[in-house]
């Protein structure tokens, strides 16, 4: 007579997945928000120390140029001499253009500016002038 092996099946039943899917979901629920927080508060602080940056080559651009760039040149003088530049000895930045703010909007740049010997800034994640949180602008000055 043949002996006939019983095989036991494993895994898990649909009610087990399904409650490990809801306390995933609920970890997430959490979770999320605290690090979305964090990110917003990440971009804030990264586009100060752009802005320090920024003020540093501007500096860097003085030392050379004997002004600072006007406000219709712009930023843009840090990477392309303008037409009536002597002693630009740039470019000043290590890319080819002008960095961007976290939340892909350009820098702001007056000169000479109203705050300071210029003033750069950025007007934050909503790109309009005030607001809090990650809407709050970020400024040369502060």
Not at 26 to 52: D, F, N, R
Not at 79 to 97: F, I, M, Q, R, T
């Amino acid at each position: 007579m043949k002996q006939i092996r019983k095989v036991q099946q494993t895994g898990f039943t649909l009610l087990e997945l399904l409650v490990v899917l809801g306390i995933i979901a609920m970890l997430a629920g959490i979770v999320g928000p605290q690090v979305m927080k964090h990110m917003g508060e990440s971009k804030t602080k990264a586009a100060k120390v752009q802005i320090e940056d920024l003020a540093s080559t501007l500096d860097m651009y003085k030392l050379d140029s004997g002004n600072y760039p006007t406000s219709e040149q712009g930023l843009q003088a840090l990477v392309e001499a303008p037409d009536n530049a002597k002693h630009w000895n740039g470019p000043y930045l290590g890319k080819s253009k002008i960095p961007l703010d976290p939340w892909q909007n350009e820098y702001h740049y007056v000169f000479p500016g109203e705050h300071g010997k210029f003033d750069v800034f950025s007007y934050g994640a909503d790109g309009r002038e005030g607001g809090t949180g990650e809407d709050q602008d970020i400024l040369s000055w502060e």
